[in-house]
């Protein structure tokens, strides 16, 4: 397979010489627009990460006057926590991560971005800085991570649904964006690198995988191609043109 347009971690995959007359179309995620959610059939990430001091000694040491409880952002004497969703879906599969920035009062040193993509290690940070996710509650875990919901954001692959909505509209990857107001999903772009997506699947892998994605899953006998199915998503383009996760013509 090979890639047009765009540069990523997982083009290195590129040596392995696959089949090179499969051209996967790819956008630069900066100049990409973002597809509203509701024209995209893949569920958004629940906005709000809800976390609490780990005891009320805690809570008294902080003053927050909170009663020590948190939505998306901790506040500590020298700095604050401010915490976001990350999901990205890849050759059909879901990934679900989250995203830490750490600001520091009045220093002039720069921002401390974490990114977490395993569950084991998020709760490990939370613990670091003495919070720990709600328990579950009657406000549910669609919209609102709490205990519970946390677990299936990292370990939820998606819905039948949402695979075959991929599938049938050419989406090889799927990138959740949630910044400066603007929400939504910008589709078959590079920027995973940035979201250091490497620790999930590695270079040589996820080419595979997309790989056969492309070329194999979207190109199966009676199974949509490239044609997108949502004539809204269709209008925009969004980086799609006639030959994506197609063969190119011979001769």
Not at 61 to 66: F, P
Not at 126 to 150: C, F, N, Q, T
Not at 194 to 205: G, M, P, S
Request: hydrophobic share 35%.
């Amino acid at each position: 397979m090979r890639i047009k347009g765009g540069k990523d971690y997982y083009d290195g995959g590129l040596a392995q010489g696959l089949d090179e007359d499969l051209v996967f179309v790819r956008a630069r995620h900066s100049a990409a627009e973002i597809v509203g959610a509701d024209l995209v059939g893949l569920r958004a990430p629940a906005e709000r990460i809800g976390l609490k001091d780990v005891d009320l000694k805690v809570a008294r040491k902080y003053s927050n006057g909170l009663g020590g409880h948190y939505d998306n952002e901790v506040r500590r004497h020298d700095c604050r926590y401010r915490f976001g969703t990350m999901c990205v879906w890849f050759a059909g599969k879901r990934y679900g991560g989250i995203r830490v920035v750490q600001s520091f009062y009045g220093s002039g040193k720069e921002d401390v971005v974490r990114l977490f993509w395993e569950e084991g290690k998020f709760r490990e940070f939370l613990s670091s800085i003495e919070v720990r996710p709600r328990k579950p509650s009657y406000l549910g875990s669609e919209h609102y991570l709490d205990d519970k919901g946390l677990a299936e954001h990292f370990s939820g692959r998606g819905a039948e649904a949402e695979e075959l909505w991929a599938i049938e509209n050419g989406a090889a990857i799927a990138i959740w964006i949630d910044e400066y107001g603007q929400k939504g999903w910008k589709l078959n772009t590079d920027g995973l690198k940035e979201l250091d997506f490497v620790r999930v699947i590695d270079t040589y892998a996820a080419f595979q995988e997309l790989s056969m994605f492309v070329g194999g899953v979207m190109s199966r006998p009676g199974a949509p191609m490239v044609e997108i199915t949502d004539d809204r998503v269709k209008a925009a383009k969004h980086g799609f043109d006639n030959w994506s996760f197609r063969k190119m013509p011979q001769g």
